[in-house]
């Protein structure tokens, strides 16, 4: 297959950046996009060019370094991260535009490199459960219905990718903390520090410079692991107690003196 | 050199517990004055990251990935193993050693694998308190189920997401001792080199990869955690970016290389499909608890899967291995899927490739519940093979997927240079000749929560000079490492980077894979040297060292491996016997089985850098089987 790809182009987070076009011939349709873009690189360094500087690293859509916006789409057109988009799904001698993640959250690095550790400072703030290594009690002490363990499995599978803040048009990070929040907050273990861990996240993802949420669901729509909007809902909810000091179940409301 | 693995005396079952009850402590107060690095970020990395931060000492964590939570552990899918017997089976700690002994074909230290039989109890529950959620049984109890090589069900599982979740859970416990301001994440960083000083590791040279800058790190003990080697196949299932760096730089620094040539090829991945592709993807061996594997009878057969009646079909597990079936360990598996396609029974385009079909277990147990066990990765084998394993059968075959060899460290996880640590696949230590299915979480978070932060706190114990970045010793490190990185990006030729890596993947494969002989062994060290030669006579890469350049990168991770490569070849050569992964085709029974010599190779390789074009120098390890028979492993 053939195809004519417009490549975003920038040396730094000062540089206006460009598009690059560049003609890529001889690709497998069975290739992903990732092989595409590796081929490419391997062509333009035999021929005395620069290469095209992208993240990537499993490239079988677990990791979530890809990210890709490929044709205004984040990973492209089938809601499947950007190293599992085939050019299959691609018709021989289109134009494809590649820019990296577009966010004042998301700094450019190089080309379609970009700098998300803000999602880093997000689980600093609290996603997490304050244990640490050493004996703990038996896990079946503590029984966990399938249903509950589904649902927080269902926003635990987030791979941290992206794709949510740059498919928003407020570039918000609503779906990626609320999916950690909901993990958390729906399990036991989650409990004591229910109410502060949701408070801290929202207060550090606004720090980062994310946007607001206004229900466009385009989030959920770009995101490989098809994580519900309802992570949202469940976050705007927690978000509402917290705020209030409502007693959440599973806390005493006593504080120790 | 004799290496002593410094075993504790007494029986194997209280030799931890002697060790955990001798070992020296560090005051509270006196743990943030040390520095610990941790080189890698995966469930090793990250666990043991993590819980030194948590015991009050100063930790710096790098990864070369943009952040912490990306390590290729998070592509591990089946589960994690646990001898916790909830099954009601008759599961101990001595059933999962003798099986993970056994499994690795008589080629792991006991006392090792009995401590890690005994830890795996902990890890679930560690892992559960952290909120990973596993699957449950109606009852609200953990779900296990039973994976290849066993006959019990002691395998914990997140879905086909076991790793994901591990690797989170570890990952947050470290971005909490981070907000606590214990730990530091150096992300985009890549270790270049281990400064030494008066013969102890006291420090890294790593590379920002953002800025290009050379960065010193000094520490009090450093931990290499940097994972497996595979991807000096080329093709593989390990990520892009996993390589032999850190390990390497280490070995020429002097710690020993155990087993080079002990590497998994597993035997249910997605068959390649082109030239260009740059990655083999594997699906779950879980998938063989409910999935047939066959292959047509006839090798002319043209008809579709499902066209092909069942008398016409060859269980090629089942026949040959009754007792286990599709259940036998990776390694019988992988060898006997080539050997049918060698027959000329192979499916599919390439005819490199057997059915795993799911039409029986569909057909006995409903689709509903397949899915729920399965669902994520039939998804996922239908969005790359564009098939749907519902309707036909998935085709697979094997690939090289995890590296059972590594730095060889004793039962303290330290590597010959002392204060230098190595955990999880960067070692050498529990797997043997062949790794069982859910034992490298186990591995990993074994060493990383519960292992190394003992025996880190123990090395720190000794008194040692105050050493800081302005030691000469690391001016030199930083002269060798830039002079290297000088070097790359002065050969000024034409060919990219991955075009030599391809190219040495190919003679890897084809040579030092799932069979080898001696002929084409020696064959491989004279090929492998034809493209090292032209790697440093042709190679280019682009941009400048002093800003994001992943040809660089990439171009320095190739040069280790080339170099690797040789020694894995050099392994195999020595190890004249078969055993597990390690297929010597002059060495095997009448019916095709790996044939061992236990007199002569019952031991651990140890290999030691000798100087650049020197021969590098063997030595052994015997290994001792006092707890469980060396014996003849057999699945049928």
């Known amino acids: 297959m053939r195809f004519r790809l417009e490549l975003w182009r920038q040396t730094g987070p000062d540089d206006p950046g460009r598009y690059e076009v560049v003609e890529a011939d001889g690709i497998d349709p069975e290739a992903s996009f990732l092989e595409l873009l590796y081929q490419v690189n391997e062509g333009r360094i035999a021929s005395g060019l620069d290469a095209v500087a992208f993240d990537s690293d499993c490239r079988e859509g677990i990791c979530g370094s890809c990210s890709l916006v490929i044709d205004g789409m984040p990973h492209g057109p089938r809601q499947v991260t950007s190293c599992q988009t085939f050019m299959r799904d691609f018709e021989d001698g289109q134009t494809i535009r590649v820019e990296p993640w577009r966010s004042n959250a998301f700094p450019v690095i190089r080309d379609l490199v970009t700098d998300r550790s803000a999602f880093d400072r997000i689980i600093e703030a609290g996603g997490y459960v304050s244990v640490t290594t050493g004996p703990q009690p038996n896990p079946n002490s503590m029984p966990i219905a399938p249903a509950t363990q589904e649902a927080a499995m269902d926003a635990a599978i987030c791979i941290g990718c992206g794709a949510c803040v740059a498919a928003c048009p407020n570039s918000a990070a609503m779906l990626f903390t609320g999916a950690k929040v909901t993990h958390l907050n729906l399990l036991p273990q989650g409990q004591p520090e229910r109410r502060q861990r949701t408070l801290a996240m929202v207060e550090q993802m606004d720090e980062e410079g994310f946007g607001g949420c206004t229900n466009h669901g385009e989030c959920s729509l770009a995101c490989p692991q098809g994580i519900s909007l309802d992570v949202i809902g469940m976050l705007n909810r927690e978000y509402r107690a917290a705020l209030r000091g409502k007693p959440v179940a599973g806390t005493s409301g006593m504080t120790a003196q | 050199m004799r290496l002593d693995a410094r075993i504790p005396d007494g029986p194997i079952d209280e030799k931890w517990s002697r060790w955990l009850d001798a070992h020296r402590l560090v005051g509270p107060l006196n743990r943030p004055s040390h520095t610990v690095i941790v080189v890698g970020t995966g469930l090793a990395g990250a666990s043991a990251a993590a819980s030194l931060a948590a015991q009050g000492f100063r930790v710096k964590s790098f990864c070369f990935q943009d952040t912490a939570r990306r390590a290729h552990s998070i592509a591990a899918q089946g589960g994690i193993n646990a001898s916790k017997d909830f099954a009601n089976e008759g599961d101990s700690v001595r059933r999962l050693f003798v099986d993970t002994i056994k499994g690795g074909d008589f080629r792991a230290r006991e006392a090792n694998v009995w401590r890690l039989a005994e830890l795996s109890e902990n890890i679930v529950d560690q892992a559960v308190a952290q909120g990973v959620p596993f699957n449950r049984e109606y009852g609200g109890a953990l779900a296990t189920r039973s994976f290849g090589g066993v006959l019990v069900q002691r395998t914990f599982y997140s879905r086909g997401q076991t790793g994901q979740q591990l690797l989170l859970g570890a990952y947050s416990a470290l971005q909490h001792q981070v907000a606590q301001g214990r730990a530091t994440v150096y992300s985009r960083h890549e270790l270049l080199d281990v400064v030494l000083v008066d013969g102890e590791a006291r420090g890294i040279v790593a590379r920002d990869l953002v800025t290009g800058e050379l960065e010193r790190h000094a520490a009090d003990a450093v931990v290499l955690a940097s994972g497996g080697y595979c991807n000096v196949y080329y093709l593989s299932t390990n990520a892009k ?89 990776r390694d019988v598996a992988s060898r006997a899927a080539k050997t049918v396609c060698d027959e000329g029974l192979g499916v599919g385009p390439t005819k490199r490739g057997v059915y795993l079909d799911f039409r029986d277990a569909i057909r006995d147990r409903g689709r509903a519940a397949i899915e729920g066990r399965y669902g994520n990765l039939f998804e996922m084998y239908q969005r790359i093979a564009d098939e749907n394993p519902y309707e036909v059968p998935m085709r697979i075959y094997p690939a090289p997927h995890y590296a059972m060899g590594g730095l060889w460290v004793d039962y303290e996880l330290q590597t010959t240079i002392p ?61 060798d490492v830039q002079a290297r990185i000088d070097r790359l990006m002065a050969v000024g030729g034409n060919t990219a980077p991955q075009v030599f890596h391809r190219r040495l993947g190919n003679v890897m494969l084809d040579r030092c894979g799932m069979a080898r002989t001696e002929a084409g062994l020696i064959e491989a060290i004279a090929e492998i040297a034809e493209i090292r030669d032209a790697f440093w006579t042709d190679l280019r890469i682009d941009g400048r060292p002093d800003h994001l350049n992943q040809s660089l990168e990439y171009a320095g991770r190739v040069a280790d491996f080339l170099e690797l490569a040789d020694l894995m070849c050099l392994d195999a050569l020595r190890r004249a016997e078969s055993a597990g992964c390690h297929f010597r085709e002059e060495y095997q029974t009448d019916d095709g089985e790996a044939l061992r010599d236990d007199e002569h190779f019952a031991t651990v390789t140890a290999w030691e850098h000798a100087g650049e074009g020197v021969v590098p120098v063997a030595h052994d390890e015997a290994l001792e089987f006092d707890s469980v028979a060396l014996a003849t492993r057999s699945y049928k």
């Not at chain 2, 087993?259 to 594997?282: D, M, R, V």
């Not at chain 2, 490298?440 to 929560?449: I, V």
Request: hydrophobic share 35%.
């Open chain 2, 241 to 329: 970016g996993s390589n032999v760096t850190a390990t390497w730089r280490a070995h020429k620094r002097g710690a020993l290389f155990a087993n080079p040539c002990f590497t998994q090829i597993h035997p249910t991945c997605i068959p390649q499909s082109g030239e260009y592709q740059s990655k083999l993807t594997l699906m779950s061996e879980s998938l063989r608890n409910d999935g047939r594997v066959w292959v047509p009878r006839d090798p002319d057969e043209q008809r579709p899967a499902n066209a092909i009646p069942e008398e016409e079909r060859l269980y090629f597990l089942e026949e040959r291995y009754p007792a286990y079936g599709n259940l036998v360990p």
């Open chain 2, 419 to 479: 204060g230098l640590f190595a955990i999880g696949e960067a070692n050498f230590s529990d797997h043997g000749a062949n790794r069982l299915g859910a034992s490298a979480m186990m591995q990993c978070l074994a060493d990383g929560y519960f292992i190394v932060p003992h025996t880190v706190t123990h090395h720190l114990t000794k008194r040692r000079e105050h050493v800081d970045e302005t030691h000469p010793a690391f001016d030199e490190v930083v002269r």
